[in-house]
Nanobody, 113 residues
Framework: QVQLVESGGGLVQPGESLRLSCTAS????????MAWYRQAPGRQREWVAT?????DYADSVKGRFFIARDNTYDTVYLQMNNLNPEDTAIYYC?????????WGQGTQVTVSS
């Protein structure tokens, strides 16, 4: 059974940082592209960042968010710096390759003063 388990969400003030983690099980992690998506209330889910060999970022988070993966521990991270209220959303971990696509349950990030 494939599982992607996110952690690290919470409530922070504008300008603060959070690090999200997503640990995978049931897949050969190193053969999957890993990504983070987010969904704000009333909005569609949007792509945030991807990492295969090299990282890639949505323009809205470029320079503030950093994605990394540790194939030894089957974990992908999202370091989020200088958070603002527009970053408030449920953040989802995604693992995919040409044949398969998996999602985590999501972790809530709330940025509010």
């Amino acid at each position: 059974q494939v599982q992607l388990v996110e952690s690290g969400g919470g409530l922070v003030q504008p300008g603060e940082s959070l690090r999200l983690s997503c640990t995978a099980s049931g897949i050969a992690f190193r053969f999957y592209v890993m990504a983070w998506y987010r969904q704000a209330p009333g909005r569609q889910r949007e792509w945030v960042a991807t990492i295969d060999v090299l990282p890639d970022y949505a323009d809205s988070v470029k320079g503030r968010f950093f994605i990394a993966r540790d194939n030894t521990y089957d974990t992908v991270y999202l370091q989020m710096n200088n958070l603002n209220p527009e970053d408030t959303a449920i953040y989802y971990c995604n693992a995919h390759n040409v044949r398969e696509n998996y999602w985590g349950q999501g972790t809530q990030v709330t940025v509010s003063s």
